[in-house]
């Protein structure tokens, strides 16, 4: 969770208290070979870990922002290691920003992230679906049907 969105409130808890929310990105194995990953992380709004040792996904959620700035935040996380590049960086955003969306992506400083773009619609459906039927595990490729690729 980004650094400056912890005091946000969810059900009355501060989201930075919530027991999935990692606290210090430094602590988590997957990123301790990369010395400058978890400060380039820090203003990011989701990096999903699994098992510690895998990061299936990194998330922008692009309300108030502007885009590209979300895009330049996962850049700066991206390129400080090699064994990040195998991630699904994901640009959440309102439905109607998709095309914005692609076409940021698809600028040469983005473009070998390989963005995905995870509209706000199919977030509410994924919520839906899990609300009503507490799966107990999402495979990465049952999340994936929920995102649409960026690249051109």
């Known amino acids: ?12 808890k501060r ?11 430094v602590d988590e194995q997957v990123l301790q070979a990369y010395p400058s990953a978890a400060n380039a992380a820090r203003l990011i709004d989701c ?17 108030s922002t502007g885009v590209t700035s979300g895009l330049t935040r996962m850049k ?3 390129d400080t290691g090699p064994q990040l590049r195998d991630i699904r960086w994901t640009i959440v955003a309102p439905d109607e920003d998709r095309q914005k969306v692609i076409d940021q992506a698809n600028r040469e400083q ?6 995905k773009f ?6 509410e459906e994924l919520y839906s679906l899990c ?3 507490k799966p107990r595990g999402v495979t990465d490729q049952f999340l994936d049907c929920f995102m649409e690729d960026c690249v051109a």
């Open 47 to 63: 990096v999903w870990f699994k098992n510690g040792r895998l990061m299936p996904a990194v998330m922008e959620i692009e309300h």
């Open 131 to 133: 609300d009503r039927r």
């Open 118 to 123: 995870f509209p706000y619609s199919a977030v």
């Open 1 to 12: 969770m980004a650094s400056n969105d912890r005091s946000i409130e969810y059900e009355g």
């Open 76 to 78: 700066g996380f991206f």
């Open 110 to 115: 983005f473009r070998e992230m390989e963005t």
């Open 15 to 25: 989201v930075a208290e919530l027991d999935a929310v990692v606290n210090n990105l």
